[in-house]
């Protein structure tokens, strides 16, 4: 018999929240690091207004997607890792058996109605074009385990950052869509090459850019660093980009902050 537990499986978002977040720690975080950097974006792309209700739906919308990838990964793809990581428990292992045609039913028809939500109070199909990528990536994520990985990862962080951006504002342009990619999917990546995973690493950033997890936030520090100057070099060229250096500086200080807090705890 199901429990209101299983309804993770269908509810946008609280798939994430249980297996992933957990905590109300993990929430401060994915907000700090995520909602809130974006929304700044797409409000600042959208001529200092924003509609907050586009933005829930539009995040809604980019997980009820991106947790179709975690509910195959965490009960498919795990049959066939020798070490899977288990998030799950047997009796909602079970219930999926059970009920995957619903699952992924019912999250579809969820995409949809929000998509056309999302179209409704203004947001721009070709937005939702790019969100619907989320899908096939990772699914193609969860069938390669090489190190081509590496890089579908990366474009899945690239597609669920510059989609919610994408909907929260009129217009987007390439070089927005750079600097997200340069503001959180590049650092992470940088740290996943760092560690031997599918059997490989990078030997040029375990030897010369992290070479010791201990050291994992004064490296994230010292990019947001780089990235902060660079991002001063291309104010000077177009002064429109001045919210590159807000975004980059929050993420520097909370790089920072954690690294105070390391210090303190040990």
């Known amino acids: 018999m199901a429990n209101i537990r299983d309804l993770i499986f269908y509810i946008p978002f609280s798939y994430t929240l249980s297996t992933r977040v957990k905590t109300v720690g993990g929430c401060i975080r994915l907000f700090s690091k ?15 207004t924003i509609d907050l209700l586009l933005m829930v739906v539009g995040l809604l919308f980019v997980y009820d997607l991106y947790e179709i990838g975690y509910i195959q990964n965490d009960t498919e793809t795990i049959k066939r890792e020798l070490k899977p990581t288990l998030r799950l428990s047997d009796s909602a292992l079970v219930f999926y058996g059970k009920h995957r045609f619903s699952v992924y039913s019912c999250r579809f028809v969820i995409a949809l109605l929000l998509s056309y939500l999302i179209f409704l109070l203004g947001g721009h199909w070709q937005a939702l074009t790019f969100g619907f990528l989320l899908v096939p990536s990772y699914l193609l994520y969860n069938t390669i385990r090489n190190k081509y990985s590496y890089w579908i990862y990366m474009w899945l962080m690239m597609v669920r950052y510059i989609c919610l951006a994408w909907i929260g504002c009129a217009s987007l342009s390439l070089i927005d869509m750079l600097y997200i990619t340069l503001m959180h999917p590049m650092p992470t990546m940088i740290v996943r090459f760092s560690v031997k995973r599918f ?6 950033v375990h030897k010369y850019l992290i070479n010791d997890m201990k050291y994992l936030n004064v490296y994230r520090f010292k990019y947001f660093l780089i990235l902060d100057m660079l991002c001063l070099v291309w104010y000077w060229i177009d002064k429109a980009t001045w919210f590159y250096i807000v975004v980059t500086t929050w993420y ?3 790089s920072l902050a954690t690294i105070k807090r390391e210090k303190f705890e040990s």
Not at 34 to 48: D, E, Q, S, T
Not at 199 to 204: A, C, K, N, V
């Open 252 to 254: 520097l200080l909370i």
């Open 34 to 48: 995520y909602v809130l950097p974006v929304v700044f974006i797409a409000f600042c792309r959208n001529g200092f």
């Open 199 to 204: 059997g490989y690493y990078s030997h040029f």
